[in-house]
């Protein structure tokens, strides 16, 4: 159901971009492309979204391929507190998230 | 802003107890969320509320799970009886969304963290 395929972790030097990336090769012409993050013992939080445009907020950039199946989420100048692990969602009809099990980030000194 | 409250943070209880979770969306927030994170895996979505009308309660457990969302704002989620395997984080999450679709995020609290003995 979760509709995303996600490394299951990646290892990013701290100071450098973290590039993590998405396949959603089933998305409609509707869906949005959502990106949370999770550190341990907290709420998932929001980062980006976008629909087929390339997003850019103060925390991170989306890119989103031309045919829509694949996204990637940078992360521009990592630190260690980006260490957690990162959804990419589809969002479905009903404004429902599927969590799949994400990738887990280490930011390394 | 302020953000999605949960409380409490921590629950233990033994098996074939009852338990309650509370939550307060974010000011305005029509559209309330709560899932079940397992250990090790992704939010699970168990019941949504659009104000105080249920959208979407197919993966709840309705022999043991309930969950009301009286006046549109606060919600609680209640477990009775608990088993083992209910052990978990329950998240609740708020969302402008209204109507049927929606690209408003979902903002999410930090969780009601349930341990059954």
């Known amino acids: 159901d979760a509709k995303t395929t996600q490394p299951p972790s990646m290892d990013c030097a701290e100071g450098r971009a973290a590039n993590l990336p998405c396949n959603h090769s089933?998305?409609?012409?509707?869906?949005?492309v959502y990106w949370y993050r999770q550190i341990h013992s907290q709420g998932p939080q929001y980062i980006i979204h976008?629909?087929?445009n390339n997003e850019t907020n103060e925390m991170a950039s989306l890119i989103i391929t031309e045919d829509r199946k694949s996204s990637t989420l940078i992360l521009p100048h990592a630190t260690l507190r980006d260490t957690a692990v990162y959804y990419c969602i589809v969002r479905v009809t009903g404004n429902q998230f599927y969590f799949g099990t994400g990738t887990s980030l280490t930011v390394i000194p | 802003e302020a953000g999605v409250a949960q409380s409490p943070r921590y629950k233990i209880i033994e098996k074939r107890q009852s338990v309650a979770f509370w939550c307060n969306p974010i000011?305005?927030?029509?559209?309330l969320y709560w899932y079940q994170q397992i250990l090790g895996q992704g939010p699970k979505l168990l019941i949504q509320f659009q104000n105080n009308g249920v959208v979407d309660d197919s993966q709840l457990p309705k022999d043991r799970f309930s969950a009301e969302r009286l006046k549109g704002v606060d919600s609680t989620l209640k477990i009775q009886p608990a088993k083992l395997e209910d052990s978990a984080v329950y998240l609740c999450?708020?969302?402008?969304?209204?109507?049927?679709?929606?690209?408003?995020?979902?903002?999410f609290g930090d969780g009601t963290r349930l341990s059954i003995l």
């Open positions: 976008g629909l087929k």
């Open positions: 000011s305005g927030h029509a559209t």
């Open positions: 089933t998305i409609s012409g509707n869906e949005y």
């Open positions: 999450a708020s969302s402008l969304g209204q109507g049927g679709y929606s690209n408003q995020p979902q903002h």
